[in-house]
């Protein structure tokens, strides 16, 4: 596509329930990067992937959260048993490759969770 | 660890006016430095980069160098436009590439005509 791809836009759900955002990258960027914001702060990295795998996944603050990428295109960010304080903008970002120093990023994804 | 300071904003400016915005690192090794900047309804963009120290990167008028010996990448352009109003992020990544940004908190620029 024409540049990274976030859905949905805006997802409100209930505290307790489980959500799935989804985020299609660039067509042939190999890196994909998940990043959350909360109100008034900058980006905070979650997790990488390189291909298929996650390179690095320091960034998940527990758990609750999960990622996969299993065709090495398409990312899905999965979060458990969500809580009101996972309320943030989910970005997702990719590049050609890690070496590469331009991340694209998608317009992402507004959580509410009430 | 690996942090990002930047002047708190909003900057309020009129059209034409200098512009600064301050951004200092803290960092083991040697980082690359980046700008953001995030137009009203739009994602976060690349706006300039400088991957060692005394690099100048550039781009749309916007200037910012890679100074170690004060730990700064501060953000400058000569004449601000009302289009220039936007949110810009300044980041750090470990190495050269960038498969883990560290931003900073974001600075609000409006510009008025």
């Known amino acids: 596509g024409a540049g990274v791809s976030q859905t949905p836009s805006n997802k409100v759900t209930e505290k307790g329930k489980y959500v799935e955002l989804r985020c299609d990258p660039i067509?042939?960027?190999?890196?994909l990067y998940w990043y959350r914001q909360s109100l008034g702060q900058g980006p905070e990295f979650l997790i990488y992937?390189?291909?298929?795998?996650?390179?690095?996944d320091s960034g998940l603050p527990n758990d609750r959260f999960f990622a996969v990428r299993p065709e090495g295109s398409v990312s899905t960010l999965k979060i458990q048993r969500t809580e009101r304080g996972d309320s943030a903008v989910y970005l997702c970002?990719?590049?050609?490759?890690?070496?590469?120093?331009?991340?694209?990023f998608g317009q992402g994804t507004r959580l509410t969770v009430v | 660890g690996n942090s990002v300071t930047q002047m708190e904003g909003p900057v309020t400016l009129s059209e034409e006016a200098f512009l600064t915005i301050n951004c200092t690192y803290t960092?083991?090794?040697?980082?690359?430095l980046f700008w953001y900047v995030q137009y009203p309804g739009e994602g976060l963009q690349l706006l300039l980069k400088?991957?060692?120290?005394?690099d100048k990167g550039s781009n749309k008028g916007f200037e910012a160098t890679y100074r170690k010996e004060t730990t700064s990448f501060h953000l400058e352009k000569g004449s601000v436009q009302v289009s220039d109003s936007a949110v810009y992020f300044c980041?750090?990544?470990?190495?050269?590439?960038?498969?883990?940004?560290?931003f900073g908190t974001g600075t609000r620029l409006q510009v008025f005509p």
């Open positions: 960092a083991t090794g040697y980082p690359s």
């Open positions: 992937f390189q291909g298929t795998g996650a390179a690095d």
């Open positions: 067509s042939g960027h190999t890196a």
């Open positions: 970002a990719s590049s050609r490759e890690p070496a590469d120093t331009e991340a694209f």
């Open positions: 400088a991957t060692k120290a005394d």
């Open positions: 980041a750090l990544s470990r190495s050269y590439n960038t498969d883990k940004l560290i």
